[in-house]
């Protein structure tokens, strides 16, 4: 978990405001459970608009080497025993069945 979150902080600092992509202007904040589809780079420009220095929040990839060893649900629950409140995911897919 220490590396997502590492990675994440990378990230956000790379994370470019040059060019505010208007989806980020139509994110309802004060709702529970949003999902944007479509437009790269969109979650990231939010938080770093919204959170920027938030402890409590984190942006990880799914498609990260970190979850073919760990489960979501494992991942969300340690996440919230951490104090953590936003948790916003990238690269979701529908699991094969």
């Given at each position: 978990?220490?590396?997502?979150?590492?990675?994440?902080r990378k990230?956000?600092?790379?994370?470019?405001?040059?060019?505010?992509?208007?989806?980020?202007?139509?994110?309802?904040?004060?709702?529970?459970?949003?999902?944007?589809?479509?437009?790269?780079?969109?979650?990231?420009?939010?938080?770093?608009?919204?959170?920027?220095?938030?402890?409590?929040?984190?942006?990880?990839?799914?498609?990260?080497?970190?979850?073919?060893?760990?489960?979501?649900?494992?991942?969300?629950?340690?996440?919230?025993?951490?104090?953590?409140?936003?948790?916003?995911?990238d690269e979701?897919?529908?699991?094969?069945?």
């Amino acid at each position: 978990m220490e590396r997502l979150i590492e990675m994440y902080r990378k990230k956000l600092r790379f994370t470019s405001t040059a060019f505010i992509r208007s989806t980020v202007y139509e994110i309802n904040r004060d709702a529970r459970l949003i999902g944007i589809r479509g437009a790269r780079g969109v979650p990231q420009q939010h938080i770093k608009r919204n959170f920027p220095q938030d402890e409590r929040t984190i942006y990880v990839s799914l498609d990260s080497i970190y979850f073919s060893d760990n489960t979501l649900y494992d991942f969300a629950d340690r996440f919230v025993k951490r104090g953590g409140t936003r948790l916003h995911l990238d690269e979701v897919h529908k699991s094969p069945q």
